[in-house]
């Protein structure tokens, strides 16, 4: 569920809650039947309330509406990947080849530092996703910037090709800074 949707069924649920204290005001007799007749009067012939009410119609319908679909598709396709192999397919997950990705570039000599980000693209019934990785790096001033991009494009391409049998991974480097001086590991207490 998305935030807008979140924000209007939280909207939503104050509305009831208060309703329901008020009629529960009204039966206890609080506040006399009378006076709440005479402003319900004033209200029912205004085009304010119906406006108001058609707006409340309209949030329960997009309520129900997220409240009976079903995301499992969707929600599939963006944490998993769906490869297809001789006997039968195999869901790889999204984290999974991210940290494949990046265990196989800190690999690489003269990598001091990689962000890894794996994005899945997959048309709505189609058979084929498209997986693409996006690598931000922090190299060594002792190598040259297109030698190592070039090993660390084959490297990956070459590992998840083995691993995972994914022929069409599309990786993209930004060099982020490049320093003499290598990362320090933090100590662990």
């Known amino acids: 569920m998305g935030v807008i949707n979140r924000i209007l069924l939280f909207i939503y649920t104050i509305a009831f809650a208060v309703l329901s204290l008020a009629i529960v005001v009204l039966c206890t007799g609080v ?11 004033y209200l029912y012939g205004r085009y304010e309330t119906g406006v108001a ?5 309209l949030v329960s319908i997009q309520l129900m509406g997220i409240s009976f679909s079903s995301n499992k598709k969707m929600k ?11 006997l039968g397919d195999v869901s790889v997950a999204v984290d999974a080849v991210k940290n494949l990705v990046d265990k196989t570039a800190r690999a690489v000599r003269g990598i001091r530092d990689v962000k890894v980000r794996v994005l899945v693209e997959a048309a709505k019934g189609a058979i084929d996703t ?8 922090v190299i060594g001033q002792e190598i040259n910037v297109t030698e190592i991009s070039d090993q660390l494009q084959t490297a990956i391409k070459e590992n998840v090709k083995n691993i995972l049998g994914l022929e069409t991974l599309t ?19």
Do not use: C
């Open 76 to 86: 599939y396709a963006s944490e998993a990947i769906l490869i297809h192999g001789d």
């Open 130 to 137: 498209n997986v693409s990785a996006h690598l931000t790096v």
């Open 31 to 41: 506040i006399p039947i009378e006076l709440v007749w005479n402003n319900f009067l």
């Open 171 to 189: 990786v993209t480097i930004a060099v982020d800074n490049i320093t003499n001086v290598a990362l320090q590991k933090q100590r662990v207490m």
């Open 53 to 57: 009410a058609f707006v409340v119609f």
